[in-house]
């Protein structure tokens, strides 16, 4: 697979600790909801390395650019080296890859579970199933983050709840810093424990790190969701 070319339009901080990059390509790139990019990270170009980031924007139908949501890891080569790009600098990269993408040929519920950056590929699923694709087919997001100053896609996500009624979105946060906070207190998995879901018509989704893919799996099978309805693309 050669190396593939992209310029960065644009770059927003999120949270103090978490960016979105928007790129150009070089070239048309097409891509499926739910893939990722391998970028050559040449902070030091005597030893590149590979870093993956799942795509965050859904596939435009009027042009091929993309977006990226990055946690700044604290001395993280790949990402400390993304948010030192300024724009117009170009990055390399392979891809799309990934079989992490929603399966069109279900029609029950599908339940999203995300932490942290780990949104990134359902939030482009989500936008592509309902902004592209119109599907009337049930949705559900579960989102966790640690802090409220650490929210991002907030808005994106009720806007969408509101417009559409087949998507439904619950936030958590593991540990609010403010204590008139009222809204869901906890880790993803306390949510997901008091979830009522019908293991005949529901497919999972998570992404984020491993040990929140362990654990929700482990909740999800003891729920009665048989593997092959559960979907995850882990992070490290
Ligand atoms: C298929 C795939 C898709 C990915 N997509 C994304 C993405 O969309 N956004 C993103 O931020 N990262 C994503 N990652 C993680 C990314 O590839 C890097 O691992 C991450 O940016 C850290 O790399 P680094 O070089 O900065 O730090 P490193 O020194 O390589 O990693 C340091 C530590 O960071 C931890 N870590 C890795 N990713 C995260 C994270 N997202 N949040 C918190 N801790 C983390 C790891 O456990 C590791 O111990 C993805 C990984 C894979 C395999």
Redesign the pocket.
Known sequence: MPLQTAKLLKKIDLTND?IELSFEPNAPFSFQAGQ?ISIK?VDNPASP?I??????SKPALDSSNFE???????????????NSLKPNDEIQFLGPT?K?VFDETFTGTSLFIAT???I??LKAMIEDQLLNKNTTRKIHLIFGVRYISGVFYGEIFKNLATKFPNFTYELTISRPEKEDYTGNKGRVTDLLRNQQLDPASTKAYM????EMIVEVSTILDQKGLPKDCVLF????
């Not at 946690?71 to 790949?78: A, D, F, H, L, T």
């Not at 992404?207 to 491993?210: A, F, P, Q, R, V």
């Not at 693309?233 to 490290?236: K, L, P, R, T, V």
């Open positions: 978490v990722f990270v390395v870093r993956g980031y799942s795509i965050s990226l949501c990055i946690k700044i890891v604290e001395n993280g080569r790949g990402s400390n080296w993304l990934g992490f942290g950056t780990g990134s590929p992404c984020g790190l491993k693309e882990q992070y490290d």
